[in-house]
């Protein structure tokens, strides 16, 4: 429009032209790609989810009525209540976004845990280490569908009548964090409470890539279930840090979970003594899943459940905060056998109306017979 040239207007024209239509074209070719890329995910995704909820549900029918009563703290029955079409939008749209991020933020805990490695041991970074880590853990539950978890302060003296009233306005910190077991979300949530911890855990965890090193840089205890020796060390290191803490605050508590494996959070099995021997004071947490539609136990269903609990649109977590339980009065001594098992058992019937979950013997031999006998029902279908 500017060229006197009539000529040379129209060259410019068709070139100007050209160039719109080149990246109009550029542009529809790009949506195109776009558009096959997330097809194909759709379909891939879409044939894995159902493979997955398949294998999930031929093991859960593999069930019998007889095993409810057998092994309840085990026996899966949310899978008559999951809804299918919430676990494929899911994995269609969030699935791809929650594991990059999920990923991303497990790698910032292993990143923070080697430098700790490289940095003196002192109560800067111990704290640093706890908020870095613990706001990592709190984004990866945000990936895994938990937008919210309330944590509700309860009291000993709600659920313990017998428990000194005075004992409530001690100060004194616990060396020792016990809790229930459900999933691997529970150590996830308690990582994210921002106080350096530390966990009491199987020795194969060390071995895990990524968080093996986190869990030994926290400071870890890891223990064989069926070495005496290693449990012999527990009772020592837990001493040793109570002792430190009394030194330092800052000290991580080690939390254990005395039940010793997972459940389905509907019973409490029984208690391990590590938690308990040395009669140390302990702090009580009581974690309470919400989705009746969805149990996150890591059972038998290992790395599909772990699949699901990252598709389903919301997860639900209720913290009961307990308090310090301190044994004192029940007047127990190191050197008596059965002194853990009084301690367990008042800390288990605490938990157990604290949840409104009964009470069982059950343990893991139980949870492993069971899952062998659900395995011989696969095999011999």
């Known amino acids: 429009f500017f060229f006197k040239d009539t000529a040379t207007t129209e060259i410019y024209t068709e070139q100007i032209v050209g160039s719109v239509r080149c990246v109009q074209e550029t542009g529809t070719w790009g949506k195109m790609i776009h558009s096959i890329i997330f097809l194909v995910w759709a379909v891939f995704i879409s044939i894995y989810t159902k493979r997955a909820l398949q294998r999930a549900f031929n093991y859960c029918e593999k069930q019998e009525e007889e095993d409810k009563q057998n092994y309840n703290a085990f026996y899966r029955s949310d899978y008559k209540n999951w809804n299918q079409l919430e676990f494929y939008i899911g994995a269609i749209f969030f699935l791809p976004i929650r594991l990059i991020f999920a990923i991303s933020f497990v790698v910032n805990c292993f990143l923070i845990a080697k430098l700790k490695s490289f940095l003196p041991n002192t109560e800067i970074t111990r704290t640093f280490c706890a908020y870095a880590i613990g706001f990592n853990c709190r984004l990866i539950l945000l990936c895994a569908g938990f937008y919210q978890i309330p944590e509700i302060e309860k009291s000993v003296s709600d659920y313990d009548p017998t428990y000194p009233l005075i004992y409530l306005t001690r100060k004194n910190p616990a060396p020792i964090i016990v809790s229930n077991h459900v999933t691997f979300l529970d150590i996830l949530y308690i990582l994210s409470t921002f106080r350096p911890v530390s966990f009491l855990s199987k020795a194969g965890v060390k071995k895990i890539p990524l968080i093996g090193e986190v869990a030994t840089q926290i400071g870890s205890i890891f223990v064989e279930r069926e070495d005496q020796q290693s449990k012999d060390f527990v009772k020592n290191a837990l001493r040793e840090s109570y002792n430190q803490i009394l030194e330092d605050s800052s ?40 989705r009746e539609s969805l149990n996150l136990s890591l059972d038998f269903l290992t790395i599909d459940i772990v699949f699901l609990i990252f598709c389903a649109f919301y997860n639900k977590l209720t913290v009961y905060n307990v308090g310090v339980y301190y044994p004192d009065h029940l007047k127990l001594s190191v050197d008596k056998e059965d002194s853990w098992q009084v301690y367990a058992e008042k800390v288990k019937d605490i938990m157990s109306k604290c949840l409104a979950i009964p009470k069982s013997e059950k343990g893991f031999r139980d949870k492993q017979n069971f899952f062998n006998i659900l395995k011989k029902r696969m095999d011999s279908k």
Do not use: D, M, W
Not at 268 to 290: D, E, H, N, R, T
């Open 251 to 290: 000290h991580p508590s080690c939390v254990v979970f005395p039940e010793g494996t997972t459940t389905n959070g509907q019973e409490l099995i029984s208690f391990k003594k590590g938690a308990f021997i040395s009669l140390l004071p302990v702090q009580i947490y009581c974690l309470q899943y919400g």
